[in-house]
């Protein structure tokens, strides 16, 4: 069973910085990817930026060069570095993992429960 714990969020003014991670946990199952997703209040939940087992790295147009997904393997964690927040960055962030069974090829996604992140003007 995968357990995902996600931390890191507040409120920061325009232009600041904030990192959030989400420490993976569990056993039985192998990791393919790792993404940071965003909801705000009214509107549907977007990628922000995913990491792969292989290290790829995906990311929206509008956070692509502001922020950076990174993993640290040692303590199974990954990691969303968030740079010149911008208000329009506010929202529930949430990590999701997908993932598959050792001994299985059925790939499954799994949610934490998000962190909120609040950036004031």
């Known amino acids: 069973q995968v357990e995902l714990v996600e931390s890191g969020g507040g409120l920061v003014q325009a232009g600041e910085s904030l990192r959030l991670s989400c420490a993976v946990s569990g056993g039985g199952f192998s990791i393919d990817a790792i993404g940071w997703y965003r909801q705000a209040p009214g509107k549907q939940r977007d990628l922000v930026a995913l990491?792969?087992?292989?290290?790829?790295?995906t990311y929206a147009e509008s956070v692509e060069g502001r922020f950076t997904i990174s993993r640290d393997s040692a303590d199974n964690t990954v990691y969303l570095q968030m740079g010149s927040l911008k208000p329009e960055d506010s929202a529930v962030y949430y990590c999701?993992?997908?993932?598959?069974?050792?001994?299985?090829?059925?790939?499954?996604?799994?949610w934490g429960e998000g962190t909120q992140v609040t950036v004031s003007s």
């Open positions: 990491i792969t087992n292989s290290g790829r790295t």
């Open positions: 999701n993992a997908e993932y598959h069974a050792h001994g299985s090829t059925y790939h499954q996604a799994y």
